[in-house]
């Protein structure tokens, strides 16, 4: 899969049905005058796929079109050759974690993955959902109550719920929120081993940082528009090398100016309100170098903090490339 970082992006065009699992063809959604998902068309395989962008993107728009829940307002949504508007026999092969809450407070963890063993028809519901509890490590609290859940229990107990019938496809929305760092890390060494073993698996997110740890590659959402997609080290490096704004206070705002100006990683340097603001393009050149720099000038660095790195302000510039 190759990088595409135009205005107009050209994802990976679907190919005949059955070669990827899930294909989204010119897809588009409005509510009204408002564009959710204005048309984005990708293609996935088995692997995992993060869906990345800022709160509002129209993330959770497009994986609940993948599940079924929303009609396209234009375009196609195919999950496994099939499309996945009124299609209720795809649930058999499709698992899915709603980012609400989707617990019934008043079951134990057990009871709630039991029951949608059974809703799900298999021969065997007990050994399904002991074999599922046990792939989220929630055995120690499987007898409690939902309800007196923490937010990442909730969520570990809606993944075993969804996978109880070992599905081809997995659909997460924001599935780590909530979640402590060794659940997380848990369920994303899970999630590895799934897609390994052939697996079709698509998570939303927000954090940059989940999707590094976990997405072999990366759907970039910005505004309800598709501003990026492929390898996720490739998106990664573009968003590294891209103009960044620093403002750094120092014993000397005047003299470590001058000597930042001089620096190749820097192009553009201003003084002002007590601190040095220093605009460059390279921002791992210019973070090993500053302290270099003031050294040489025999100035004492007080402060050095990025001022645009925001999700927003990158995912903004991956659209304007």
Do not use: C
Request: no cysteine; aromatic share 6%; net charge neutral.
């Amino acid at each position: 899969m190759t990088v595409d970082v135009r205005r107009e992006p050209q994802a990976e065009s679907p190919a005949a049905p059955g070669q990827y699992a899930i294909e989204v063809t010119n897809v588009s959604k409005w509510y009204g005058n408002v564009v959710a998902v204005n048309d984005i068309t990708f293609a996935l395989g088995p692997g995992v796929t993060g869906l990345l962008g800022p709160n509002g993107a129209g993330k959770s728009t497009l994986l609940h079109m993948m599940s079924g829940f929303l009609k396209p307002s234009s375009g196609s949504v195919r999950v496994l050759g099939a499309s996945a508007w009124q299609h209720p026999d795809m649930y058999r092969s499709v698992g899915l974690v709603p980012e609400r809450e989707a617990v019934y407070r008043f079951l134990s963890g057990w009871e709630f993955v039991l029951l949608s063993a059974k809703l799900q028809g298999l021969k065997d519901p007990e050994a399904a959902a002991r074999r599922a509890i046990h792939e989220v490590d929630m055995e120690s609290a499987q007898h409690r109550a939902t309800g007196g859940y923490s937010k990442g229990m909730k969520q570990r107990v809606k993944v075993a719920a969804a996978i109880v019938h070992e599905p081809q496809v997995l659909v997460l929305d924001e599935p780590f929120n909530g979640a402590d760092p060794r659940q997380r890390l848990h369920l994303m060494d899970m999630l590895r081993e799934m897609a390994a073993n052939g697996r079709t698996i698509v998570f939303s997110s927000h954090i940059l940082e989940e999707v590094e740890r976990l997405a072999e590659r990366v759907l970039v959402v910005v505004a309800g528009r598709l501003a990026a997609s492929g390898d996720f080290r490739e998106i990664r490096r573009l968003m590294t090398d891209r103009p960044h704004t620093f403002t750094v206070r120092s014993s000397d705002n005047r003299r470590l100016a001058s000597a930042l100006v001089a620096d190749p990683s820097v192009f553009g340097v201003e003084l002002g309100d007590g601190r040095v603001t220093v605009r460059t393009s390279e921002f791992l050149a210019f973070a090993q170098a500053v302290a270099r720099v003031a050294r040489t000038a025999d100035v004492s660095l007080f402060e050095l903090l990025p001022t645009d790195e925001s999700l927003e302000s990158v995912f903004s510039y991956l659209v304007q490339r």
